[in-house]
């Protein structure tokens, strides 16, 4: 975050605080402090008992358990209440939604076009986040053309730029930022601009040895640490 200090004046998250790493409490502490919209994820719902876990592999349902034991009470009872999205956020006379999954079910999967086509249809505002996939990028409605946008990064910490067209509505993922499941391990982010019609991508490096060491320390299964090392 301190790379992007200074350049924002609200922070949004569209879910997933809590369920691989082993700092729930202090990902959630963070949220709970800095974010002023934020939509709940299918592994913070597991994270805190609002489900069972039974649709996600061993690995994951392991830290599932896991973080319903080291959470504290207090980061218990608001995981338990974070909202559903869709959420409506308002900025520079933009308005724009934020959603976990999807506008029409906040556990589903966005992965390829065909799956935006028949969310593109339902969509109000030019602009709606996502997240779930874990990929940053997103899909870009050119009348009936869907396509997908996949930024791709090559600096220590990089940065594109989207310039976002009158006639074209979007569906953008700011991809993970522990967690990314798109090849690259940097963390990612978006920083988007309604006023001025653009949004930046952003994969900035951090102390991913320092997450795999706590997470095997926690006993947390090898692989979840392992992974982070290869974005995947």
Same mark, same amino acid.
């Given at each position: 975050?301190?790379?992007?200090?200074?350049?924002?004046?609200?922070?949004?998250?569209?879910?997933?605080?809590?369920?691989?790493?082993?700092?729930?409490?202090?990902?959630?502490?963070?949220?709970?402090?800095?974010?002023?919209?934020?939509?709940?994820?299918?592994?913070?719902?597991?994270?805190?008992?609002?489900?069972?876990?039974?649709?996600?592999?061993?690995?994951?349902?392991?830290?599932?358990?896991?973080?319903?034991?080291?959470?504290?009470?207090?980061?218990?009872?608001?995981?338990?209440?974070? @909202?559903?999205?869709?959420? /409506?956020?308002? =900025?520079?006379?933009?308005?724009?939604?934020? +959603?976990?999954? &999807?506008?029409? *079910?906040?556990?589903?999967?966005?992965?390829?076009?065909?799956?935006?086509?028949?969310?593109?249809?339902?969509?109000?505002?030019?602009?709606?986040?996502?997240?779930?996939?874990?990929?940053?990028?997103?899909?870009?409605?050119?009348?009936?053309?869907?396509?997908?946008?996949?930024?791709?990064?090559?600096?220590?910490?990089?940065?594109?730029?989207?310039?976002?067209?009158?006639?074209?509505?979007?569906?953008?993922? @700011?991809?993970?930022?522990? /967690?990314?499941? =798109?090849?690259?391990?940097?963390?990612?982010? +978006?920083?988007? &601009?309604?006023? *001025?019609?653009?949004?930046?991508?952003?994969?900035?490096?951090?102390?991913?040895?320092?997450?795999?060491?706590?997470?095997?320390?926690?006993?947390?299964?090898?692989?979840?640490?392992?992974?982070?090392?290869?974005?995947?």
């Amino acid at each position: 975050m301190a790379a992007v200090d200074g350049r924002y004046d609200q922070a949004i998250c569209c879910g997933d605080i809590v369920g691989y790493g082993a700092d729930p409490n202090r990902a959630t502490d963070w949220v709970r402090e800095h974010c002023q919209v934020v939509v709940r994820g299918n592994h913070d719902k597991a994270g805190c008992g609002l489900t069972d876990a039974h649709e996600f592999n061993a690995a994951a349902q392991a830290a599932a358990f896991w973080t319903r034991e080291n959470l504290t009470p207090e980061n218990l009872a608001w995981l338990r209440e974070m @909202p559903a999205g869709p959420a /409506q956020v308002s =900025d520079s006379g933009s308005d724009f939604h934020i +959603v976990h999954g &999807s506008l029409r *079910d906040e556990d589903e999967y966005l992965v390829g076009a065909g799956d935006a086509t028949a969310e593109f249809e339902h969509l109000p505002h030019q602009v709606t986040f996502f997240g779930h996939t874990h990929v940053q990028g997103g899909f870009v409605a050119q009348g009936k053309i869907i396509k997908a946008l996949r930024p791709y990064h090559n600096a220590d910490i990089s940065t594109l730029t989207l310039e976002l067209q009158e006639r074209e509505k979007y569906l953008l993922n @700011p991809g993970s930022i522990g /967690q990314p499941r =798109d090849g690259d391990p940097r963390a990612a982010l +978006v920083i988007y &601009s309604p006023g *001025d019609k653009a949004l930046e991508y952003w994969r900035i490096p951090y102390d991913i040895d320092g997450a795999q060491k706590r997470i095997l320390e926690a006993g947390l299964p090898d692989v979840l640490a392992q992974r982070l090392g290869f974005g995947r």
